[in-house]
């Protein structure tokens, strides 16, 4: 698929992702799954997160708020690392976690925060 919003949701989810995991779901897809990581590259990334009328840091907000409200933790822990790359501070980070607790209930709240600790831990060991 070489369409012109692919192109843009391409570098989007790159930027926000990494390239090294874009690139590893890409070149896992098979006859089974490609047509599915086609479009979510398009219309997910190509058609959301490259809209500018909100900004990255907005969208990776709204989305851990979701996410984590809908219980995908694994979902969850690649987008608080897009939250980083995208500019969000830990102190935004907690913050966001605290609307989290009291919107989608203090059993998410814990589970994110579990998250996050391991996220920032394994940051500091990297340096």
């Not at 919003?5 to 570098?11: S, T």
């Not at 390239?19 to 070149?27: G, I, K, R, S």
């Not at 896992?28 to 990255?56: M, S």
């Not at 009291?102 to 709240?109: D, E, K, M, W």
Request: glycine share 8%.
């Amino acid at each position: 698929m070489t369409t012109e919003r692919f192109e843009r949701g391409l570098a989007a989810r790159k930027a926000v992702l990494g390239d090294a995991y874009v690139e590893a779901n890409l070149a896992a897809a098979d006859d089974f799954n490609r047509e599915f990581q086609e479009v979510v590259t398009e219309f997910c990334w190509g058609f959301g997160w490259a809209d500018e009328t909100l900004t990255r840091r907005e969208r990776s907000m709204i989305n851990l708020g979701m996410i984590a409200a809908l219980g995908r933790m694994h979902e969850w822990e690649l987008h608080f690392r897009g939250a980083m790359t995208n500019g969000l501070t830990r102190d935004e980070l907690r913050s966001v976690l605290h609307q989290i607790t009291i919107y989608a209930g203090v059993p998410a709240g814990v589970e994110c925060f579990r998250i996050a600790r391991k996220v920032f831990a394994e940051m500091d060991a990297s340096g």
